[in-house]
């Protein structure tokens, strides 16, 4: 039995490196509605990601209208008051306890060019927090994701989870969408876990907001660095 694959040309090459190297996180959206058609599509694209044994580990929760507008506003309303916000930890650690160099230099570097193009100095801290704030509504996008996992996987299905993940912002760059992976939530993951009726064996792995990019906003003027090829890669010969 012969497998016939689809011929790659050097278009498919071109639009496929488009899609990738075009992806940034935006934080800016317009109103503009994304149709259910749409996100289902790209959704079936991501599915095609590989996983373990096929483990498949994703499970995704589509917001819209008024479910995204009282899940924005139930966290807002627990990162705006310090003494509740304290209550709300994360579930697991996405970035280090310690910080090194190269990482807490870039981590410090993206912040601040960020702020830079928003004119928010370093003493700003109540500009700093509503721009944190903006996480929580998906930065006005018409669609915010959560995405969970079961608790019985373990780190493989995670390295998994984030293949399936970079193949929905590629899919969606591919429709000329965009998309920014949010962190950000998984501090309040009682509360997307009660708003969203999660199961208990169901843990928030983050969220991701999905539109149309803003494009009179400053802050998605924003384009992050890339290490050079030389930088990060070893050739055993």
């Known amino acids: 039995m012969t497998t016939t694959f689809p011929e790659i040309t050097p278009a498919t090459t071109a639009a496929v490196d488009t899609a990738i190297t075009s992806r940034r996180s935006l934080r800016a959206f317009l109103p503009t509605p994304v149709p259910r058609e749409t996100v289902q599509a790209i959704l079936q694209v991501a599915s095609r990601a590989p996983s373990g044994t096929n483990t498949q580990p994703w499970q995704v929760h589509v917001l819209t209208g008024a479910s995204l507008a009282r899940l924005s506003n139930a966290i807002r309303a627990a990162y705006d008051d310090p003494a509740v916000r304290a209550t709300h930890t994360e579930e697991y650690a996405y970035y280090p306890t310690q910080w090194q160099s190269p990482f807490i230099d870039r981590r410090r570097k993206v912040g601040w060019d960020l702020y830079t193009l928003l004119g928010i100095a370093k ?102 660095e890339r290490e050079p090829v030389a930088g990060f890669t070893t050739f055993h010969d």
């Not at 509504?137 to 293949?163: C, E, H, K, N």
């Open 123 to 224: 003493t700003d801290k109540q500009r700093m927090h509503e721009q944190h704030a903006r996480n929580y509504a998906f930065f006005d996008a018409p669609v915010g994701l959560i995405f969970t996992i079961d608790r019985v996987l373990q780190q493989g299905s995670w390295l998994d989870y984030g293949m399936f993940l970079q193949n929905i912002m590629v899919a969606a760059r591919g429709r000329g969408l965009d998309t920014c992976p949010q962190a950000a939530f998984t501090q309040f993951h009682r509360i997307i876990s009660a708003e969203l009726r999660l199961p208990a064996e169901q843990m928030v792995v983050c969220g991701m907001a999905l539109g149309h990019a803003d494009p009179a906003a400053v802050e998605n003027t924003l384009v992050t």
